[in-house]
């Protein structure tokens, strides 16, 4: 079934498709002082994430790691867990859940959003695979890009399920590729750096 989206509620402005090729840049931030084959592996992991949802566009994701800097299109933060929450430090605000691998919060003009190394509740956190920590870095982008987008929009069928699923889910869904593909192209926050 093709789905056609309500433009109304992608973005406050306008998607314009360049006809010129465009390179976004995803930053992934360290505050856990993984070791760097680690940071290597979950890399190569979220950048053929990215990659497969560019699929069929004439734009390219470059993922990789170091300080967010404001030209950014995007900046996911790794943190070890909920206690040590960045976006929390820099963005007070209500205490975040606990059981959740990632939460992205926005403040003013600022958006950040954060993954944990591990997750759950407290006393029983653990680690992902690199494929776990993939999809939820692709939801987090996703509330990071349509950051006006309650919850239950972006977790219902106007996110697509896949990686918008309130659990998100491999492989991505058409709809989920042309979410990212179009919020990458209409940033309306900066980003958390």
Same mark, same amino acid.
């Given at each position: 079934?093709?789905? &056609?989206?309500?433009?109304?509620?992608?973005?406050?402005?306008?998607? +314009?498709?360049?006809s010129?090729?465009?390179? *976004?840049?995803?930053?992934?931030?360290?505050?856990?002082?993984?070791?760097?084959?680690?940071?290597? @592996?979950?890399?190569?992991?979220i950048?053929?994430?990215?990659?497969?949802?560019? $699929?069929?566009?004439?734009?390219?994701?470059?993922?990789?790691?170091? $300080? @967010?800097?404001?030209?950014?299109?995007?900046?996911?933060?790794?943190? /070890?867990?909920?206690?040590? +929450?960045? &976006?929390? /430090? $820099?963005?007070? @605000?209500?205490?975040?859940?606990?059981?959740?691998?990632?939460?992205?919060?926005?403040?003013?003009?600022v958006? @950040?959003?954060?993954?944990?190394k591990?997750?759950? %509740?407290?006393?029983?956190?653990?680690?992902?695979? *690199?494929?776990? *920590?993939?999809?939820?870095?692709?939801?987090?982008?996703?509330?990071?890009? *349509?950051?006006?987008?309650?919850?239950?929009?972006?977790?219902?069928?106007?996110?697509?399920?896949?990686?918008?699923?309130?659990?998100? /889910?491999? %492989?991505?869904?058409?709809?989920?590729?042309?979410?990212?593909?179009?919020?990458?192209? &209409?940033?309306? $926050?900066?980003?958390?750096?």
């Amino acid at each position: 079934m093709n789905r &056609i989206l309500n433009t109304s509620m992608l973005s406050p402005a306008p998607f +314009s498709s360049s006809s010129s090729p465009a390179s *976004y840049s995803v930053k992934l931030v360290d505050h856990t002082g993984s070791d760097a084959s680690w940071l290597d @592996g979950l890399e190569k992991k979220i950048q053929s994430v990215f990659d497969e949802c560019m $699929k069929g566009s004439s734009h390219n994701v470059v993922v990789s790691w170091g $300080k @967010g800097v404001a030209t950014d299109n995007l900046v996911l933060h790794f943190v /070890q867990d909920v206690d040590h +929450s960045y &976006i929390q /430090q $820099k963005m007070p @605000g209500a205490p975040i859940k606990e059981d959740i691998g990632g939460h992205t919060r926005t403040q003013g003009k600022v958006v @950040g959003s954060e993954i944990y190394k591990l997750a759950g %509740p407290r006393g029983d956190r653990r680690q992902h695979t *690199y494929t776990g *920590y993939s999809k939820i870095a692709l939801h987090e982008s996703l509330h990071n890009l *349509y950051n006006w987008w309650s919850e239950s929009q972006l977790h219902g069928p106007l996110g697509g399920g896949g990686l918008a699923a309130a659990v998100p /889910q491999l %492989p991505p869904t058409a709809l989920n590729k042309e979410l990212i593909q179009r919020g990458l192209n &209409i940033k309306t $926050k900066d980003q958390l750096l």
